[in-house]
């Protein structure tokens, strides 16, 4: 299961030497919601070699505009606490394992 961003986790999460992957996501939109499922699915297999995480932007507004989050669905991919990649709406299970496995 992805772990849940928030202000007070963010830096535990991109501490760590593993890549992380948050999904900047909110409950109204509908490309999110197809996308959950896949992230998930991509949090269980890569739970050894990666931290998937959500971020709610609702809930989270200040990280949203911190890492410049325009339209969601966003996915960001860090790499010793910096952005390396970014993708943008409904995106295949592929695209997201493609960049994983190339940060890891």
């Known amino acids: 299961m992805a772990k849940v961003v928030n202000n007070s ?11 992380v992957m948050i999904d900047f996501w909110a409950v109204w939109c509908g490309p999110c919601k197809a996308l959950s499922p896949t992230v998930d ?3 269980e297999e890569y739970a050894d070699r990666a931290v998937i995480a959500k ?7 200040d990280l949203a505009m911190q890492y410049r989050i325009m339209s969601i669905p966003t996915l960001l991919f860090f ?10 709406g409904l995106v295949s299970k592929k695209e997201i394992t493609d960049i994983l496995d190339r940060l890891a």
């Open 79 to 88: 790499k010793n606490g910096e952005v390396k990649e970014r993708l943008v």
């Open 41 to 43: 699915e991509v949090a």
């Open 55 to 61: 971020c709610n932007v609702d809930d989270a507004d």
């Open 9 to 19: 986790n963010i830096a535990e999460i991109l501490a760590g030497d593993k890549p």
